[in-house]
C-alpha cells in the first residue's frame, strides 16, 4: 500500500496562487510516477499533470499547461502542484496519485489521496 495526503489547499483569488502538496508513506516512493488529478462538483475527476518516477518527464492537461508546474522531491517523499494564474474554473478537488508509468488516464492510477479543496473565487 501506498498511503498519500494532500494539503495545501484553500480559498485564493482569481490571478492568484497556490502550492499542493502531497506527502507519501508506505512504500518505496521513488518507483511511483506521481499524478494529480481534480474533481469539481457533478464533474468527472479529470487529469491535471504528472511527473515520471525520476522527474524528467511531464505532463499536462491543456486547460493548466503554462499556470501549473508538477515537481516532486523523492527524498522528502512529496510531490508538489504549483498554480499559478488561478482561474475560477479552476475549483474543485485536488487529488494525488501513484501510478506505475507516466499516464494521463485515471485507471492507471493505483493510490489516491484523501483531496484538499482549492476555490479560487472571482
Known amino acids: 500500500q501506498v498511503q498519500l495526503v494532500e494539503s495545501g489547499g484553500g480559498l485564493v483569488q482569481a490571478g492568484g496562487s497556490l502550492r499542493l502538496s502531497c506527502a507519501a508513506s508506505?512504500?518505496?516512493?521513488?518507483?511511483?510516477?506521481m499524478g494529480w488529478f481534480r474533481q469539481a462538483p457533478g464533474k468527472e475527476r479529470e487529469f491535471v499533470a504528472a511527473i515520471s518516477w525520476s522527474g524528467g518527464s511531464t505532463y499536462y492537461a491543456d486547460s493548466v499547461k503554462g499556470r501549473f508546474t508538477i515537481s516532486r522531491d523523492n527524498a522528502k517523499n512529496t510531490v508538489y502542484l504549483q498554480m499559478n494564474s488561478l482561474k475560477p474554473e479552476d475549483t474543485a478537488v485536488y487529488y494525488c496519485?501513484?501510478?506505475?508509468?507516466?499516464?494521463?488516464?485515471?485507471?492507471?492510477?493505483?493510490?489516491w489521496g484523501q483531496g484538499t479543496q482549492v476555490t479560487v473565487s472571482s
Open positions: 496519485a501513484a501510478a506505475n508509468r507516466l499516464v494521463a488516464a485515471k485507471r492507471e492510477y493505483d493510490y
Open positions: 508506505g512504500r518505496t516512493f521513488s518507483s511511483y510516477a
